[in-house]
């Protein structure tokens, strides 16, 4: 399941209701070309040194993601507007990426704030 939130929502306030719910929430910032993005992905969730910084390593990492047995992930990619303005195309294949990964994990849920 994929949460869309825009500049004008409560980003944070949904944010810290997730961390109050017990999950463990992991928030990627930014990103304002694919570069850029893959870069956000690789150190805001610490992924491996095989990470190769195109869409199939971030859609494999993604998938590898390791959580605390029982503890449902919650993957905020935040400040997502800037990538979305200069490169549509990137912005949208994040998404696809994030919602395949999301429909094929039980235990990861997807938070897109465009701010």
Known sequence: MTTFL???SEADDHIAQLVWLGHDVRVVSG????????????????LPDWFGHNWDALLDALRDLDAPRGVPIELVWDHAASLRARDRTAFDTVVDILEQVADERDDLHVTVVTR
Request: zero cysteines; aromatic letters at 6%; hydrophobic letters at 35%.
């Open 6 to 8: 825009g500049r004008h």
């Open 31 to 46: 990103g304002d070309d694919k570069a850029g993005v893959l870069e956000a992905f690789a150190t805001g969730l610490d």
